[in-house]
Protein backbone atom coordinates (compact mmCIF):
# COMPACT_ATOMS: atom_id res chain seq x y z
CA UNK A 1 0.00 0.00 0.00
CA UNK A 2 1.39 3.34 -1.04
CA UNK A 3 1.15 6.46 1.04
CA UNK A 4 1.17 10.00 0.72
CA UNK A 5 3.93 11.67 2.78
CA UNK A 6 3.38 13.81 6.34
CA UNK A 7 2.00 16.90 5.70
CA UNK A 8 3.18 19.94 6.36
CA UNK A 9 1.85 21.76 9.37
CA UNK A 10 -2.06 23.42 9.25
CA UNK A 11 -2.45 22.10 5.59
CA UNK A 12 -5.29 24.14 3.77
CA UNK A 13 -7.53 21.29 4.23
CA UNK A 14 -7.05 20.37 7.99
CA UNK A 15 -7.04 24.23 8.88
CA UNK A 16 -10.81 24.02 6.80
CA UNK A 17 -12.17 20.89 8.01
CA UNK A 18 -11.44 21.87 11.59
CA UNK A 19 -12.97 25.67 11.16
CA UNK A 20 -16.40 23.39 10.64
CA UNK A 21 -16.02 20.84 12.63
CA UNK A 22 -15.86 23.71 15.66
CA UNK A 23 -18.57 25.27 14.16
CA UNK A 24 -20.57 22.43 13.74
CA UNK A 25 -20.38 21.73 17.67
CA UNK A 26 -20.59 24.87 19.23
CA UNK A 27 -16.46 24.34 20.43
CA UNK A 28 -16.51 28.25 21.80
CA UNK A 29 -18.72 27.27 24.33
CA UNK A 30 -17.28 25.41 26.45
CA UNK A 31 -14.61 25.76 28.55
CA UNK A 32 -10.61 25.17 27.61
CA UNK A 33 -8.35 22.97 29.04
CA UNK A 34 -4.73 22.09 28.41
CA UNK A 35 -3.73 18.88 27.18
CA UNK A 36 -1.57 18.75 30.93
CA UNK A 37 -4.34 19.18 32.39
CA UNK A 38 -6.49 16.31 30.71
CA UNK A 39 -3.89 13.92 30.79
CA UNK A 40 -2.96 14.64 34.68
CA UNK A 41 -7.02 13.92 35.24
CA UNK A 42 -8.01 11.43 32.89
CA UNK A 43 -5.38 10.17 30.71
CA UNK A 44 -6.84 6.49 31.12
CA UNK A 45 -5.01 4.32 29.67
CA UNK A 46 -6.20 1.59 30.71
CA UNK A 47 -9.83 1.88 30.15
CA UNK A 48 -13.58 0.85 28.85
CA UNK A 49 -14.58 2.72 25.41
CA UNK A 50 -18.26 2.59 23.82
CA UNK A 51 -18.54 3.81 21.03
CA UNK A 52 -21.60 5.49 19.61
CA UNK A 53 -22.40 6.24 15.53
CA UNK A 54 -24.68 9.00 15.65
CA UNK A 55 -26.17 12.55 13.47
CA UNK A 56 -24.15 15.24 13.96
CA UNK A 57 -26.81 17.18 15.52
CA UNK A 58 -27.35 14.58 18.31
CA UNK A 59 -23.62 15.36 19.16
CA UNK A 60 -23.95 19.01 19.37
CA UNK A 61 -27.06 18.46 21.70
CA UNK A 62 -24.41 16.03 23.39
CA UNK A 63 -21.79 18.96 23.71
CA UNK A 64 -24.21 21.01 24.94
CA UNK A 65 -25.04 18.82 27.42
CA UNK A 66 -22.03 18.31 28.91
CA UNK A 67 -20.56 22.07 28.69
CA UNK A 68 -21.03 22.05 32.48
CA UNK A 69 -18.69 19.13 33.50
CA UNK A 70 -16.94 19.02 31.01
CA UNK A 71 -14.00 20.99 29.07
CA UNK A 72 -12.68 20.80 26.07
CA UNK A 73 -9.10 20.27 24.81
CA UNK A 74 -7.20 23.66 23.34
CA UNK A 75 -3.84 23.73 21.99
CA UNK A 76 -3.24 27.14 21.32
CA UNK A 77 -6.66 28.31 20.61
CA UNK A 78 -7.36 25.02 17.96
CA UNK A 79 -10.18 22.99 19.91
CA UNK A 80 -10.01 20.30 17.18
CA UNK A 81 -6.79 18.05 15.43
CA UNK A 82 -6.30 16.63 11.81
CA UNK A 83 -5.65 13.01 12.66
CA UNK A 84 -3.74 10.50 10.05
CA UNK A 85 -3.20 7.32 11.61
CA UNK A 86 -1.70 4.35 9.22
CA UNK A 87 -2.51 0.52 10.33
CA UNK A 88 -0.21 -2.86 10.25
CA UNK A 89 -1.22 -6.00 9.71
CA UNK A 90 0.07 -9.18 8.30
CA UNK A 91 -0.23 -10.52 4.62
CA UNK A 92 -3.76 -12.20 5.72
CA UNK A 93 -4.43 -9.23 7.93
CA UNK A 94 -4.54 -11.26 11.23
CA UNK A 95 -5.66 -8.72 13.16
CA UNK A 96 -8.37 -7.35 11.41
CA UNK A 97 -9.67 -11.34 11.48
CA UNK A 98 -9.03 -11.13 14.85
CA UNK A 99 -11.33 -8.34 15.44
CA UNK A 100 -13.86 -9.16 12.87
CA UNK A 101 -14.34 -13.06 14.77
CA UNK A 102 -14.26 -11.27 18.27
CA UNK A 103 -10.86 -13.01 19.53
CA UNK A 104 -10.23 -12.59 22.95
CA UNK A 105 -6.42 -11.77 21.92
CA UNK A 106 -7.01 -8.97 19.87
CA UNK A 107 -4.40 -6.47 18.92
CA UNK A 108 -3.72 -3.35 16.48
CA UNK A 109 -0.35 -1.67 15.43
CA UNK A 110 -0.61 1.65 14.32
CA UNK A 111 1.35 4.55 13.24
CA UNK A 112 -0.32 7.99 14.02
CA UNK A 113 0.76 11.36 12.96
CA UNK A 114 -1.21 14.77 15.06
CA UNK A 115 -0.97 16.76 11.77
CA UNK A 116 -0.76 20.81 12.67
CA UNK A 117 1.41 19.76 15.64
CA UNK A 118 3.79 16.84 13.67
CA UNK A 119 3.39 15.05 16.36
CA UNK A 120 3.97 11.21 15.61
CA UNK A 121 3.86 7.80 17.56
CA UNK A 122 3.88 4.29 17.26
CA UNK A 123 0.81 2.93 19.01
CA UNK A 124 0.13 -1.13 20.27
CA UNK A 125 -3.78 -1.79 21.33
CA UNK A 126 -4.60 -4.92 22.88
CA UNK A 127 -7.07 -6.32 25.29
CA UNK A 128 -6.17 -7.16 28.87
CA UNK A 129 -7.76 -10.23 31.19
CA UNK A 130 -11.11 -8.53 31.72
CA UNK A 131 -11.38 -7.18 27.94
CA UNK A 132 -10.40 -3.49 28.36
CA UNK A 133 -8.24 -2.08 26.13
CA UNK A 134 -4.91 -1.12 27.05
CA UNK A 135 -3.05 0.95 24.46
CA UNK A 136 0.88 1.58 24.64
CA UNK A 137 2.24 4.42 22.91
CA UNK A 138 6.00 5.26 21.80
CA UNK A 139 7.02 9.00 20.08
CA UNK A 140 8.67 8.46 16.88
CA UNK A 141 10.03 10.97 14.26
CA UNK A 142 7.31 12.59 12.03
CA UNK A 143 9.13 12.48 8.85
CA UNK A 144 9.02 8.30 9.96
CA UNK A 145 4.92 8.14 9.41
CA UNK A 146 3.96 5.11 7.80
CA UNK A 147 7.19 3.55 7.98
CA UNK A 148 7.84 0.41 10.27
CA UNK A 149 11.14 -1.06 9.71
CA UNK A 150 12.97 -3.43 11.15
CA UNK A 151 15.89 -2.92 13.74
CA UNK A 152 14.52 0.34 14.61
CA UNK A 153 13.15 1.37 18.18
CA UNK A 154 9.69 1.67 16.97
CA UNK A 155 10.25 -2.00 15.71
CA UNK A 156 11.78 -2.82 19.34
CA UNK A 157 8.95 -1.14 21.18
CA UNK A 158 5.96 -3.06 19.02
CA UNK A 159 7.99 -6.49 19.26
CA UNK A 160 7.74 -6.19 23.35
CA UNK A 161 4.39 -5.61 23.94
CA UNK A 162 3.16 -8.24 21.32
CA UNK A 163 5.36 -10.46 22.88
CA UNK A 164 3.98 -9.14 26.82
CA UNK A 165 0.92 -9.58 25.62
CA UNK A 166 1.14 -13.58 24.60
CA UNK A 167 0.37 -12.01 20.76
CA UNK A 168 2.49 -14.55 18.30
CA UNK A 169 3.46 -12.05 15.97
CA UNK A 170 6.47 -9.85 15.57
CA UNK A 171 6.83 -5.91 13.41
CA UNK A 172 8.72 -7.97 10.63
CA UNK A 173 5.25 -9.75 9.91
CA UNK A 174 3.69 -6.17 9.31
CA UNK A 175 3.11 -3.93 6.72
CA UNK A 176 0.83 -0.69 6.33
CA UNK A 177 -2.69 -1.67 5.22
CA UNK A 178 -4.82 1.09 5.52
CA UNK A 179 -4.86 4.64 6.29
CA UNK A 180 -7.60 6.38 8.76
CA UNK A 181 -8.27 10.39 8.82
CA UNK A 182 -10.65 12.02 10.74
CA UNK A 183 -11.47 15.62 12.42
CA UNK A 184 -11.17 15.11 16.53
CA UNK A 185 -12.24 17.44 19.01
CA UNK A 186 -11.46 15.42 22.77
CA UNK A 187 -13.84 16.36 26.17
CA UNK A 188 -12.97 15.36 29.47
CA UNK A 189 -14.71 15.80 32.94
CA UNK A 190 -11.44 16.52 35.26
CA UNK A 191 -13.13 15.42 38.28
CA UNK A 192 -14.35 12.16 37.35
CA UNK A 193 -11.50 10.96 35.26
CA UNK A 194 -13.53 10.11 31.80
CA UNK A 195 -13.05 11.98 28.21
CA UNK A 196 -15.44 11.74 25.05
CA UNK A 197 -13.85 12.24 21.68
CA UNK A 198 -16.30 13.18 18.94
CA UNK A 199 -14.52 12.17 15.29
CA UNK A 200 -16.46 13.65 11.96
CA UNK A 201 -14.85 14.01 8.50
CA UNK A 202 -13.59 10.15 8.55
CA UNK A 203 -12.39 7.95 6.07
CA UNK A 204 -10.65 5.01 5.44
CA UNK A 205 -7.89 5.02 2.22
CA UNK A 206 -6.28 1.85 0.74
CA UNK A 207 -4.57 1.31 -2.93
CA UNK A 208 -6.36 4.00 -3.86
CA UNK A 209 -10.17 3.73 -3.14
CA UNK A 210 -11.93 5.20 -0.11
CA UNK A 211 -14.34 4.79 2.40
CA UNK A 212 -16.17 7.62 3.82
CA UNK A 213 -18.37 7.99 6.57
CA UNK A 214 -21.39 9.98 5.51
CA UNK A 215 -21.13 14.02 6.67
CA UNK A 216 -23.90 14.16 8.36
CA UNK A 217 -22.66 11.45 10.98
CA UNK A 218 -20.27 11.48 13.83
CA UNK A 219 -18.91 8.80 15.95
CA UNK A 220 -18.48 9.95 19.73
CA UNK A 221 -16.15 7.40 22.11
CA UNK A 222 -16.99 7.32 25.61
CA UNK A 223 -13.61 6.62 27.75
CA UNK A 224 -13.85 5.14 31.02
CA UNK A 225 -14.84 2.39 33.79
CA UNK A 226 -17.03 -0.13 33.74
CA UNK A 227 -19.43 1.87 35.01
CA UNK A 228 -21.39 4.43 32.66
CA UNK A 229 -20.52 7.80 32.50
CA UNK A 230 -22.60 10.86 32.14
CA UNK A 231 -21.64 11.19 28.51
CA UNK A 232 -23.50 8.15 27.96
CA UNK A 233 -26.34 8.49 29.95
CA UNK A 234 -26.89 11.79 27.89
CA UNK A 235 -26.52 9.25 25.14
CA UNK A 236 -28.62 7.09 26.09
CA UNK A 237 -31.51 9.55 26.43
CA UNK A 238 -30.51 10.84 23.22
CA UNK A 239 -31.69 7.21 21.74
CA UNK A 240 -27.92 6.08 21.21
CA UNK A 241 -26.82 2.56 21.99
CA UNK A 242 -23.38 1.54 21.88
CA UNK A 243 -22.24 -0.34 18.54
CA UNK A 244 -18.72 -2.56 17.96
CA UNK A 245 -16.85 -0.24 15.51
CA UNK A 246 -13.37 -0.03 14.32
CA UNK A 247 -12.50 2.81 12.07
CA UNK A 248 -9.95 0.22 10.56
CA UNK A 249 -12.39 -3.00 10.36
CA UNK A 250 -14.75 -0.42 8.87
CA UNK A 251 -12.60 0.45 6.37
CA UNK A 252 -10.93 -2.82 5.33
CA UNK A 253 -14.47 -4.53 5.37
CA UNK A 254 -15.58 -2.07 2.59
CA UNK A 255 -12.06 -1.78 0.33
CA UNK A 256 -10.31 -5.30 0.60
CA UNK A 257 -12.81 -7.64 -1.67
CA UNK A 258 -12.75 -11.14 -0.43
CA UNK A 259 -12.73 -10.78 3.67
CA UNK A 260 -15.47 -12.50 4.89
CA UNK A 261 -19.07 -10.84 6.09
CA UNK A 262 -19.78 -9.42 8.64
CA UNK A 263 -21.70 -7.28 11.43
CA UNK A 264 -19.57 -4.40 10.91
CA UNK A 265 -20.04 -4.32 7.25
CA UNK A 266 -23.53 -4.46 7.23
CA UNK A 267 -23.60 -1.44 9.32
CA UNK A 268 -20.87 0.17 7.67
CA UNK A 269 -22.95 -0.12 4.27
CA UNK A 270 -25.66 2.10 5.13
CA UNK A 271 -23.55 4.96 6.66
CA UNK A 272 -20.14 4.83 4.80
CA UNK A 273 -19.51 5.48 0.94
CA UNK A 274 -16.54 4.11 -0.98
CA UNK A 275 -15.30 5.78 -4.18
CA UNK A 276 -11.57 7.11 -5.72
CA UNK A 277 -9.23 7.94 -2.95
CA UNK A 278 -9.04 11.88 -2.47
CA UNK A 279 -7.48 13.63 0.04
CA UNK A 280 -10.54 16.34 0.40
CA UNK A 281 -12.22 16.21 3.82
CA UNK A 282 -15.95 16.24 3.59
CA UNK A 283 -17.76 18.86 5.29
CA UNK A 284 -20.15 17.54 8.13
CA UNK A 285 -23.80 18.89 7.84
CA UNK A 286 -25.98 19.68 11.00
CA UNK A 287 -29.88 20.02 12.14
CA UNK A 288 -30.10 22.68 13.68
CA UNK A 289 -33.63 21.81 15.44
CA UNK A 290 -32.75 21.74 19.41
CA UNK A 291 -35.05 18.78 19.95
CA UNK A 292 -33.44 16.56 17.49
CA UNK A 293 -33.18 12.83 18.57
CA UNK A 294 -31.92 9.53 16.96
CA UNK A 295 -34.82 8.27 15.30
CA UNK A 296 -35.84 4.51 15.81
CA UNK A 297 -34.38 3.68 12.70
CA UNK A 298 -31.15 5.46 12.59
CA UNK A 299 -28.37 3.13 12.96
CA UNK A 300 -26.28 4.20 16.62
Not at 67 to 75: A, E, F, K, Q
Not at 120 to 147: L, P
Request: overall charge positive; charged content about 25%; proline content about 5%.
Amino acid sequence: MTLAPAPPPDTGTAALARARFTELLHLEKLRPASLAEIDAAAALQHRVDRKYLIPACAAARLISQLSGTHHVLDIRGRRTTAYRSTYFDTPHLAAWRAHAQGRRRRWKVRTRLYTEDRLCRMEVKTKDGRGATVKHAHIVDADTYGRLESGTEAAAFVNGVLSGSGIDVTAADLAPSGEVCYVRTALACLDAGTRVTVDGALACHRDGHTAALDPGYVLVETKGAARLALADRHLLALGARPVSISKYIVGLSLLVPGLPDNDVRRLARTRFRTGPHTETLPTARIETHPTARIGRNTPA
